[in-house]
């Protein structure tokens, strides 16, 4: 679905990608994991057009993601980010509609969408006329969540999505989401520094390191098969991957 060649992208003399090959299949969920400032996030940008390799290719679908096009292109796309990006001047309803109502949707169309939507998401009703300030950390994320599935896109781009909540918190939205996933069938590539989340949500993850992917694989490669000692360091250092991997199995 997305394929990059030889990406590389540099912020002055901070080298954030080097040299990056990397296809993403359809189907299933891609986590890229690593370290904070290892171009993780750089990269799900680039994917999505939002900013432009200094070098190399992005394609979706066989088509070159080039900045005339990227606007278009992103139309086919769901994102979502870390404490949800809502704005804070729009209820839940406006931003969960937002994209929809700036097309020109018909509002019958519009309504039944967010209808499905809010069961999906499991999101109270009541709160749809509130603003971003009154709603929980887990209702921001159901309605970021609403706004990304709202153009029922082929792909969902998701940078940390679930990193600036509670531990309890999260634990259930890991859980609902990876029901949503596998309900919807979506292809998901997702962005966390968690490995236990990586674990529990990846079909296919990729280990960063400065710029560069150091270990690409199924999780069981990681605990098993590190491609090096940075690889069996970074996983030895995350206690929560035991429990993971034995609700996995």
Sequence with gaps: MIALEHVSKNYGALRALIDINLVVSRGGTTVFIGPSGCGKSTLIR???GLIKADCGAVSYKGLIV??????TLRR????????GGLFPHLTARENSTLMSRYLRHPESLISDRLEELIELTRLPREVLD???VQLSGGQKQRVALIRALMLDPELLMLDEPLGALDPIVRYQLQTELRDIFQQLGKTVIMVTHDIGEAGFFGDD?????EGTIVQRGPIKDFVNNPSEPFVEEFVSAQRTLLDILEHKT
């Excluded at 993850?205 to 390191?209: G, K, N, T, Y």
């Design 46 to 48: 680039i994917m999505m």
């Design 66 to 71: 080039e900045e005339e096009k990227a606007e």
């Design 76 to 83: 086919n796309f769901g994102y979502m980010i870390q404490g």
């Design 130 to 132: 509130h603003y971003p």
């Design 205 to 209: 993850i990729v280990l960063l390191r």
